[in-house]
């Protein structure tokens, strides 16, 4: 486990992210209203024949230790936040709740209830559905402290209430690179994972490109680690739904993820061996699976 360290986060001064991804739920375009979406009320345009924006995708995500979340086509990262680094309690605990009344000690009070600037339990962050296109995906790139524990969960939802998806489901591929990050140190910057995205598409790579839930020739995957709910001793106990309420608790169904370099071992990948195992990773989730992109 590691001090926390936070390189690009939308609510940092200087922030270089792009404003299509908003942390949170907060406007960084300098609307002030915290809209999804800038050209008026997401109804029909035109002349009534073409449809509006489709739902915002609503993101709820932690990992064990470090990771970016990024958002765009299957080549290129277009809007990434990246550098969140936390230690075990920053990792596991439940962010405090807010609203109008209740502000936060520290930042504003996001969109999901919660004040997700006090760095506690699972981040929390709004895609706009102006800026989801068919075919794009959201990516999760992610390394570890190689110490203890390792990986990764969360839940991507439609805004409108009508789909989820959480780790642990087949719509999960990850690409491991071989190329290792440390913490604390620096992070992969997005230069850095464009470049992988295009090897990684290209079957390179310490996983030889993208991989599921089924073992390629290698017996690497993306393993699953049930059942949710009994963490311990793999993992400390998640800010988690029901037992929590809050807006950054966790799914129940949401399970932990991460990449094996052989299932055939015996060594699961959850817990570390003392040295990386083929990190960093990039995991990918398209956004069809999410929302109906326009």
Known sequence: MT???VACVA???????????????TNDSGNGDGSANPQGDGAL???GANPGPGP???VVITSDNAYGFGYGSPSTLANYFNGIEDNGNDIFACSDACDANTP?????????GTCNEDRRGPETYVVPGTAAHV????????WSDDSVTQGLVGQFSASDGTNVVRTGSDEWEVCATGVDYDIPGDDPSQGVINEWLGKCNSG???????VGTTPNGDNQALVVLQPPLTEPPQFAALCRKPTSSLGDAVD????????????TDGNGAFISTGSPRGEFFIFRLKVDAVISPQ
């Open 11 to 25: 609510w940092a001064a200087g922030c270089s992210c792009s404003d299509d991804v908003k942390k949170g739920g």
């Open 252 to 263: 129940a169904e949401a399970y932990w993820i991460w990449f094996d370099d052989d299932v």
């Open 204 to 210: 390179e790579g310490f996983s030889h490109g993208w």
């Open 45 to 47: 345009t035109g002349d």
């Open 3 to 5: 001090v926390s360290t």
């Open 135 to 142: 075919g794009d995906y959201l990516y999760v790139v992610t």
């Open 104 to 112: 936060c000690a520290t930042g504003a009070c996001d969109s999901f």
């Open 56 to 58: 915002d995708v609503n």
